[in-house]
Structures are given as C-alpha cells and as structure tokens.
Nanobody
Framework: QVQLVESGGGLVQAGGSLRLSCAAS????????MGWFRQAPGKEREFVAA????????YYKDSVKGRFTIARHNAKNTLYLQMNSLKPEDTAVYYC??????????????WGQGTQVTVSS
C-alpha cells in the first residue's frame, strides 16, 4: 500500500507555470506506475499524464503535450508535474495516483486527496 499527498497547487495567471508534487509513503515507491489526473467542477475526472516505474517512459493527454512534464524522484518518493503555459481550461483539482504493474494506462488503485489549480484569464 502507498499513501499519496499532493501539494503545490495555487492560483496562477494564464501563461504561467506551476509545479505539483506528490509525496508517497513507503519504501516501494519505485514499484508503482504513477499518474496525474484532474477534475474540473461539473466534469468527470480525466487522465493527464503517467510515468513508468523507472521514469523511462511517459504518456500525456494530447491537450497537455509540450506544456506539462511528469517526472519522479524515486529516492525522495516524490512524483512531480511541471505545468507550463497554463490555460484557464487547466483549472481543476489535480490528483496523484499509483498502480501496480508496468502499464501506464488502466485502473489506478491508490489516490491522493488532490490539490487545487486555478488558472485565471
């Protein structure tokens, strides 16, 4: 099992940048595939990005490609999401998630509490 806690959310103007962090408990962080999801008010939760256990492979939602970068520092049990060129439509609660196995997509088992990202016009 793993406990996930997101941080780094806040208010930023369109075109600005923000970096989210996800701190994971336990000593087996490197055994999990990790991902970021987001949910805007009145919308369903959607996939944003995923990263393999060793950080060697990543996958992004098309709308964030070139703007967002997912990364992990396994020695610190931490997952990151660097968000650049933010747009108002990026406004959402962002969730860190973890799953067993090597597939980047599919069902994620563990979830954080979420951190609010608000992008103003």
């Amino acid at each position: 099992q793993v406990q996930l806690v997101e941080s780094g959310g806040g208010l930023v103007q369109a075109g600005g940048s923000l970096r989210l962090s996800c701190a994971a408990s336990g000593r087996t962080f490197s055994s999990y595939t990790m991902g970021w999801f987001r949910q805007a008010p009145g919308k369903e939760r959607e996939f944003v990005a995923a990263i393999s256990r060793d950080g060697g492979s990543t996958y992004y939602k098309d709308s964030v490609k070139g703007r967002f970068t997912i990364a992990r520092h396994n020695a610190k049990n931490t997952l990151y999401l660097q968000m650049n060129s933010l747009k108002p439509e990026d406004t959402a609660v962002y969730y860190c998630a973890a799953k067993a196995g090597v597939l980047l997509l599919g069902a994620y088992t563990y979830w954080g509490q979420g951190t609010q990202v608000t992008v103003s016009s």
